[in-house]
């Protein structure tokens, strides 16, 4: 078996091992799961990257190498990763949404030769059979799964296709399991090991807290735009170089980007409705050129790895604060100082209230909407989202439960097709936890408590870090 500390020195290019990094290393290579909770810019990717370069060099040259699968839903970091792997002389590629069906051809065909020591691909792929075939002849000794809150019913970014990775395991040989991320309370932590379908002795948990002391966290209670304009301007003036600005609504974004405009403030904007080739562009201006200043919604930031970000300012009150420390997690990964300012102003709490609800469809929205795609699939494909949403709530056109109960369908199977532009192909059954109210329920009650916490963050006394650490604890 190669040196961990070898490849880390000769293929990655670091003297020696960060924190619990070696620890991870070691229990990995010796066949044992692992959870690992470790703050952003930490290193959590050289706790698989560094055993699956291992593994597949200690299998020799001739034939197909043992292959590492990585499971990460952030389609735009993969290529990132992939190319930096690369760059090293790893043989590294990633299957998403992404490639065309050529290219998506031609890296099957790689994969079924023996190619890649390690592979990047999103939880939705595990839908397609022919993937899955291709999957069963390759060897596969090492299961990554990235951000992995996202398994979690109760964590901050649930995905219902992450739910999967209970069947992936034994669909591929019961690999080692190391399970990733940023921020997990008591509850998501035992949760992941739960969807994971280990137990907690089977686990070890490496925590690495959530300190970043180069992050200066600082809260000011606003009023109105004209009021966060001047603290905006206060934090330009102090902290020169790139920074992010983030926004709840688009539409307040695009007002104080006019304010930049009117000013001749150079700046990015960024938000989920631009066209990807468009949100590709402004991703890499902003990484590779020095001194960026972007205006976005929390659409950006799903990886940006940029080293010297020296701000983040959250314009409006953000959801929770697992997605705040998410956020102000892309700051100053360099370890130099870095300021992350939070503008609480009381009326965004109604943004936020209305998000929540929008996030949140009940049992009969469920069913309302299944029954219409169920009946009504020709009428709705003809006419589109804006006749289904005037079918679902004519009174409330502003309301947005129409697109977040569509996602869910869609990430559960329940409708092939298309939702931008909308034209749905088949429909079944709804499953269960989309007929199930009290859940539901739970879940429009726990994000509820989540805002609620950040809001006490946000007018604690008590030192900030301080009740980070109590809420993540």
Not at 138 to 163: K, M, N
Request: glycine residues 6%; contains cysteine.
């Amino acid at each position: 078996m190669p040196d961990p500390h070898d490849l880390l020195r000769d293929v990655f290019g670091f003297p020696s091992f960060r924190a619990a990094q070696a620890a991870i290393v070691a229990r990995i290579l010796d066949g044992k799961h692992a959870l690992v909770i470790m703050p952003t810019g930490g290193g959590k990717s050289l706790c698989y990257q560094i055993p699956a370069l291992a593994l597949a060099l200690e299998s020799g040259t001739e034939g197909p190498r043992p292959l590492t699968l990585v499971l990460s839903p952030l389609i735009a970091l993969m290529k990132d990763q992939v190319d930096a792997l690369t760059a090293r002389g790893i043989d590294a590629s990633f299957i998403n949404s992404s490639l065309t069906g050529s290219e998506r051809t031609t890296r099957y065909q790689a994969i079924q030769d023996g190619r890649f020591e390690i592979l990047y691909v999103t939880p939705e792929r595990f839908r397609k059979p022919d993937f899955r075939q291709v999957l069963s002849r390759r060897q596969i000794v090492l299961l990554a799964v990235d951000e992995a809150h996202c398994i979690s019913q109760w964590g901050h970014d649930f995905r219902p296709d992450y739910t999967r990775v209970r069947e992936i395991p034994e669909s591929i040989g019961n690999p080692t399991t190391i399970a990733l991320t940023a921020t997990a309370t008591k509850d998501v932590q035992r949760d992941i090991v739960r969807q994971l379908g280990l137990s907690e002795d089977e686990v070890e948990t490496f925590h690495e807290g959530i300190e970043r002391p180069n992050l200066k966290l600082d809260v000011a209670e606003v009023w109105g735009d004209d009021n966060k304009l001047e603290h905006i301007a206060d934090v330009f003036a102090h902290n020169p170089g790139t920074g992010i600005i983030y926004f709840t609504l688009i539409k307040t974004l695009t007002r104080f980007s006019e304010f930049f405009e009117e000013k001749r403030l150079p700046h990015l904007v960024y938000h989920g409705e631009l066209p990807r080739r468009v949100r590709r562009s402004i991703q890499e201006l902003f990484t590779n050129e020095p001194d960026q200043l972007v205006l976005a919604t929390n659409a950006f930031g799903m990886g940006i790895d940029k080293p010297d970000i020296r701000f983040v300012i959250h314009a409006d009150l953000p959801g929770s604060l697992e997605s705040y420390y998410q956020e102000i997690g892309r700051a100053g990964r360099d370890g130099a100082p870095s300021q992350c300012l939070l503008l609480y102003d009381q009326a965004d709490l109604a943004t936020q209230m209305e998000f929540l609800r929008w996030s949140n469809p009940d049992v009969d929205f469920y069913a309302r909407l299944h029954d219409f795609l169920t009946h009504d699939a020709q009428s709705i494909n003809a006419f589109g989202l804006e006749w289904l949403r005037e079918k679902l709530h004519a009174k409330q056109k502003h309301d947005r439960r129409l697109e977040t109960a569509l996602g869910m369908l869609e990430r559960y199977g329940v409708v092939e097709g298309t939702i931008s532009p909308l034209r749905i192909e088949s429909v079944s059954e709804l499953p269960a936890d989309l007929r199930n109210a009290s859940a539901l329920a739970e879940k429009l009650e726990r994000d509820q408590r989540k805002l609620l916490s950040l809001v006490q963050f946000a007018r604690t006394p008590q030192d900030r870090r301080e009740y980070l650490h109590a809420y993540f604890s």
